[in-house]
């Protein structure tokens, strides 16, 4: 069909009508090509027309010439339970000079689910009127996809939210740069944004969205916060969500879980650019042993065509925590680690540490030195862990103190300083695949977890410090071992220091690309007491670089014991009668702790 150019008064409108039809399921899609070309050729939209709907939907636009080849345009239509048909207009202004045309119009996959025989198992089910089988995740997600309603039928209105009559019991954070807004139809800026929303599919329905004009910067977030849910086990709580993510400089969208409220929690799943103009549906399982918080963070890219939508949130499976109105927060020592509020009954003085499980008193000099002198493990608790690979997305009781600083408060998001990030090649964006690792050394799978300083944020040589706990005293062998990935055309340096009361010393340096590919590091330490370790990366020119550690670990630390025992023939006894072999003497190396393996007189 092609439109012919036949008067010139001042405004002029062709259209072309459907058919009527009565109804579509919930994955319907519309595609036909387009031709739009000549000098004044004009606008052309395809409006949705609904029964007992006053104002039209528009689902498509051309607005100018677009040269002379055809086009294909796909529009979701989703589930639209009134009789509907289209109208396909086209306005010209006065002056007409060009060809509109349009051709191959085709509907996929607008049906209803069939009727079945019969429909068994726990992860199906049985519509009442129209007998479909359809999967168990697609109840009561605010979508009928029975065509009858039963699957959207006594559900918790606590769990769902198609945003039509308010936020329902989400809520806006405090803590975040500017708010989601509620809205109908398209959002001001074209060519970003849904042109409608996803519950009913046209003009009337509401969503929400994340504006990115100004007053809006680059890499500002919006953050909306769920209702609290008690525990999770095996997954058998389930987020469905609806995204838009339409734009030539869409960002990010990203879902944490959280169970300490003053901190951002961890990375359930993220989104990074554009997703082309259709609400696109997210399932997530979530396991949690505490009660949670599950955050949706946008963030703003760097122009006003990246705006952001949301709709028809739903929760199925989990319930609704009864218990506080809050969950904790985090009381920080300055390993960030959680430290209780009482301690046992005591005889200690304050040069000594209680056993928390028995309050046994100890020598400080005994807490975090790698070896459990209480019986609860208590005096190595709030120390760094021996070994860390970072997989359940836990940091070993490392932290950064610029963070900490910065935030008054341990591990809550700051945006745009170069700073140590938990990451894995599963969530990697696609300009970061050249240079950051694909996969994790401990499982060297997408989905295992490193620590990376991530080189998008900050400027040329900024630092970001990655820092254990007060180590108390460590052994004669003691070593860290760990691996780094540098690979990038602009990689800074990695540096592994040793940070006394009184003085910082550097141990290990490496700088530039080493390819893309892990690399095993060796850093000895021997006896040193009251001490840091420090990983600090620096930044390089640019961000094609992000410098990479994973399986961190202190081997043979924990200091020597005086067993109360003479030594034997093999073994030589150090003047603070430690035993050690003979075969330690004289070899440059303080095996005894007081140097007397390596005294001239020996």
Not at 195 to 223: C, N, W
Not at 289 to 296: C, G, T
Not at 535 to 551: E, I, L
């Amino acid at each position: 069909m092609f439109i012919l150019k036949n008067s010139n008064s001042i405004s002029q409108i062709a259209r072309l009508r459907s058919p009527k039809f009565r109804q579509t399921g919930a994955n319907c899609t519309l595609s036909f090509w387009y031709y739009n070309y000549g000098q004044s050729v004009g606008a052309a939209e395809l409006q949705l027309l609904v029964d007992g709907l006053k104002q039209p939907t528009v689902l498509w636009r051309t607005y100018y010439n677009e040269g002379n080849q055809w086009f294909k345009a796909v529009i979701q239509l989703g589930r639209l339970p009134h009789p509907f048909q289209f109208s396909l207009d086209k306005i010209s202004l006065g002056f007409y000079d060009g060809v509109s045309a349009i051709d191959d119009i085709r509907f996929e996959n607008c049906a209803l689910s069939p009727p079945a025989l019969s429909c068994e198992g726990p992860n199906h089910f049985w519509c009442r009127e129209t007998k479909a089988c359809i999967d168990s995740l697609l109840v009561c997600d605010l979508v009928d996809d029975c065509g009858d309603g039963s699957d959207e039928d006594n559900c918790n209105p606590d769990l769902q939210c198609n945003f039509e009559n308010g936020l329902c019991n989400w809520e806006q954070s405090v803590k975040d740069d500017f708010d989601w807004i509620r809205i109908q139809g398209p959002t001001s800026t074209v060519n970003t944004g849904p042109l409608k929303d996803h519950t009913t599919g046209t003009v009337k329905g509401h969503y929400i969205y994340m504006e990115s004009s100004e007053p809006r910067q680059f890499q500002d977030t919006a953050i909306l916060l769920s209702p609290l849910f008690s525990p999770s086990i095996n997954g058998t709580c389930v987020f469905r969500f609806h995204y838009h993510m339409f734009g030539k400089q869409v960002y990010t969208l990203s879902v944490f879980q959280r169970t300490v409220s003053n901190a951002q929690g961890w990375l359930l799943w993220y989104k990074f650019g554009n997703q082309e103009n259709r609400w696109i549906r997210q399932t997530l399982r979530i396991s949690s042993s505490k009660p949670f918080q599950i955050l949706v963070e946008g963030t703003v890219g760097d122009g006003f065509t990246g705006d952001i939508g949301l709709d028809d949130m739903s929760f199925l499976g989990c319930t609704l925590y009864n218990g506080k109105r809050n969950l904790p927060t985090i009381s920080t020592t300055t390993s960030g680690t959680s430290v209780p509020a009482t301690l046992p009954m005591n005889n200690c003085t304050e040069k000594e540490f209680v056993c928390r499980a028995s309050g046994r008193c100890i020598q400080m000099t005994q807490k975090c030195d790698f070896r459990s002198d209480c019986s609860d493990k208590s005096d190595e608790s709030d120390c760094v862990m021996e070994v860390c690979n970072f997989e359940d997305k836990n940091q070993c009781g490392w932290y950064q103190p610029a963070l900490e600083q910065m935030t008054g408060s341990y591990s809550i998001h700051t945006t745009n300083i170069f700073k140590w990030k938990l990451g894995r090649g599963a969530n990697l964006y696609p300009e970061q695949e050249q240079h950051s690792p694909l996969t994790d050394h401990t499982t060297f799978t997408e989905e295992g977890w490193y620590l990376f300083a991530d080189s998008s944020n900050g400027e040329f040589g900024h630092t970001a410090d990655f820092v254990t706990p007060v180590i108390s005293l460590t052994g004669p062998k003691c070593k860290i071992i760990f691996w780094n990935h540098m690979n990038g055309s602009t990689i800074g340096s990695l540096e592994v220091l040793c940070k006394t009361s009184t003085r910082t010393s550097k141990l290990w340096t490496q700088s530039g690309t080493q390819g893309a590919q892990w690399k095993r590091a060796e850093v000895f330490l021997g006896i040193r007491s009251n001490f840091q370790v420090i990983f600090r990366a620096k930044r390089g020119v640019s961000y094609m670089g992000d410098v990479a550690v994973d399986d961190i670990t202190f081997e043979d630390c924990s200091p020597l014991l005086i067993s109360g025992q003479p030594c034997t023939s093999e073994e030589f006894t150090c003047a603070n009668k430690y035993c050690i072999p003979k075969n330690n003497l004289c070899d440059f190396v303080n095996d005894c702790g007081d140097n007397s393996d390596e005294s001239p007189t020996t």
